[in-house]
């Protein structure tokens, strides 16, 4: 399998802050909306929070220990813009900086490859108290904010990473509110996107005036999107076509089209406000900054039906209490396997994902990155103490395999990284679902590399010359 990989192929593990460090008291760390939307209570799985995650602030240098005897190549984490900035502007916290100055030392003396995500979500709250990404002003302080770290890293990080996911900082955070902040906005969450979108571009810009001497892009997730009819088997009508094209825009082309294009899709029916979007033609140019790589997180593809059909996605609590959305979720047949949030496996949905952005985006696609790809499931110690997660496994197999068949079709990616090298805080699901090549045990936070992680290790040893 990966003899059907270049050597320079990037073989990482992916993590974020808020999700491993913990220590949110430590050196001067300012508060998260992380933080406030893990007390509010009901908004987190048995009130769990991720005060201690991890505790990956403190045991860094064993967790690059354990990604050095994995073999990989990079290592993509967050840096908490909260540790750099507390309060979300002014001066530098130097102290909060300095952690991520010992991480990036470490795993260079280690020859792992720093990617370096600027923002996983865990805004300031006093930003999100001054409108968070419902205004404008906050992509500019995410530009400063930016270049402050860019001016302490600049000179040692391999691979820049602006915004993870504003999809889902869009439609879960803003759109439904099953993330932090927890606003119900729906689609009149559609500026906050242009906001994060604008402060992608400026971001760009700053690590550009800053001569940053790594590369720089965004991390968008992805999702192929599939017309269907409300029941299995059922074949998609027209109706569900224009749902699934909906859908498809909402949480692919929104975030990609002005990013590689410089424009916004045309607006389907619902979306009134991305018309305004698309005429603000001064920020789109800034947003289509050219850059040096395209990172894709990949989980599974999906099933949209006409909107009178189940919303499979929402808690029914939500569902009950909101306007209806202009398309539904369809479910998928009963013979595709789930992990363990139930998430259908689907490896063929990344080959059809990488062979469709290049089509659509052609010269303007740069150099793709899977930034991001796993599945979590309930991995328990055996008695002898090893972890066996064959499950994991086949997953993470298919998926490589369906990267191959990429490759063999002509798509230019040159990385995939394993979302995650722990098992962390997975946000509104607590602790429950574990995505780690290693398994945490929360209490005594003993590392124990499961059987993925051996399986990896072989994977990426067989790539390597001897
Ligand atoms: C990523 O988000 C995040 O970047 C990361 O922090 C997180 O820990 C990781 O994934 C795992 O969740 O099958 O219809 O229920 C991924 C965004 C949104 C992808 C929900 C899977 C499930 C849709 N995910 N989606 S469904």
């Known amino acids: 399998m990966a003899g059907q990989f270049p050597t320079d192929f990037v073989w990482g593990v992916s993590t974020s802050a808020y ?25 987190i799985a048995n009130g769990e929070t991720g005060e201690t995650a991890c505790d990956h ?16 190549g990079a290592y993509r984490f967050s840096v908490a813009w909260p ?44 930003v999100e108290d001054a409108g968070g990404w419902t205004t404008r002003d906050t992509a500019r302080r995410f530009a ?47 500026p906050t996107a242009h906001h994060q979108l604008y ?37 998609p009508g027209p109706a569900d076509r224009a749902a699934a094209d909906a859908y498809d825009v909402l949480h692919n082309r929104l975030f990609a089209d002005p990013v590689l294009l410089g424009r916004y899709p045309s607006a389907p029916a619902g979306f009134a406000s991305l018309d305004e979007l698309a005429a603000d033609t001064a920020a789109l140019a800034t947003i289509a900054a050219p850059l040096d790589f395209y990172g894709v997180n990949y989980y599974q593809p999906t099933r949209i039906c006409a909107p009178d059909a189940l919303a499979a996605e929402l808690p029914p609590e939500l569902t009950d209490s909101l306007p209806p959305l202009p398309f539904g979720f369809a479910p998928f047949d009963d013979s595709v396997p789930r992990t363990g949030f ?6 063929p949905g990344l080959t059809d994902l990488l062979t469709g952005l290049t089509e659509r985006y052609g010269t303007r696609l740069p150099p793709l990155y899977v930034t991001e790809n796993g599945a979590s499931y309930p991995d328990e110690p055996a008695a002898d103490g090893t972890v066996a997660d064959p499950e994991r496994v086949e997953y993470l197999t298919g998926h490589v395999a369906a990267l191959a068949a990429a490759r063999d079709a002509g798509v230019d990616v040159r990385g995939y990284f394993v979302w995650s090298l722990l098992d962390n805080f997975e946000w509104a699901a607590g ?16 590392r124990t590399p499961k059987s993925s992680y051996h399986w990896y290790r072989d994977l990426i040893a067989t790539d390597r010359p001897q």
């Open 19 to 43: 999700q491993i460090e913990g220590a949110v008291d430590a050196d001067g760390r300012g508060r998260s909306i992380w933080d406030t939307f893990c007390a509010e209570p009901n908004r």
């Open 57 to 72: 602030y403190h045991r860094y240098r064993d967790d690059v220990a354990l990604m050095a005897d994995l073999g990989v």
């Open 83 to 126: 540790r750099v900035q507390p309060t979300g502007s002014g001066p530098v916290n130097a102290a909060g900086l300095d952690f991520y100055d010992r991480l990036v030392d470490e795993l260079r003396a280690h020859d792992i490859a720093p990617m370096l995500t600027l923002y996983h979500w865990d805004t300031p709250q006093p």
């Open 144 to 190: 400063d904010y930016a270049a402050l770290v860019a001016d302490r890293l600049g000179d040692r990080v391999a691979y820049w990473v602006t915004l993870n996911e504003p999809a889902m900082m869009t439609m879960l955070g803003y759109g439904v509110g099953v993330h932090a902040p927890g606003r119900q906005l729906l689609l009149d969450a559609l």
């Open 199 to 235: 402060g992608h571009g400026l971001a760009v810009a700053a690590l550009r005036a800053a001569g940053v001497a790594g590369r720089i892009g965004i991390a968008n997730n992805h999702t192929p999107v599939v017309p269907a009819g409300a029941t299995p088997g059922a074949e």
């Open 342 to 347: 139930g998430w259908p496996s689907v490896p």
């Open 431 to 446: 602790y429950g679902q574990r995505f780690g090549l290693v398994h945490v045990d929360y209490p005594t936070q003993r």
